[in-house]
């Protein structure tokens, strides 16, 4: 089992930065793929990154070169830095966990809400 609690959301003006944390219990964490995805109001949720446990990362199309993904597989610890913040950045922002060895994400958080004002 793994429980994941984020934390570090807020209200921030258009091209402000942000940092997520998402902190995740559980010894084997470094097995797990970690991801970050988001839900703006009446739509669906979205992927936004992902990180495996080597480091490598995937990003969707939208944030790419304003958000960035780690871990620290010795504090399991997920962040997401975001800069450079757009209004359509809004919504809430969940953690995601997944065995290397699985193909869907069954592990969430309970989400945090980032909202961008113009």
């Known amino acids: 089992q793994v429980q994941l609690v984020e934390s570090g959301g807020g209200l921030v003006q258009a091209g402000d930065s942000l940092r997520l944390s998402c902190a995740a219990s559980g010894r084997t964490f470094a097995r797990y793929v970690m991801a970050w995805f988001r839900q703006a109001p009446g739509q669906e949720r979205e992927f936004v990154a992902d990180?495996?446990?080597?480091?490598?990362?995937t990003y969707a199309d939208s944030v790419k070169g304003r958000f960035t993904i780690s871990r620290d597989n010795v504090k399991n610890t997920v962040l997401l830095q975001m800069n450079s913040l757009k209004p359509e950045d809004t919504g809430v922002y969940y953690c995601?966990?997944?065995?290397?060895?699985?193909?869907?994400?069954?592990?969430w958080g309970q989400g945090t809400q980032v909202t961008v004002s113009s």
């Open positions: 990180i495996r446990w080597s480091g490598g990362s």
């Open positions: 995601a966990a997944r065995h290397a060895s699985a193909s869907s994400w069954d592990y």
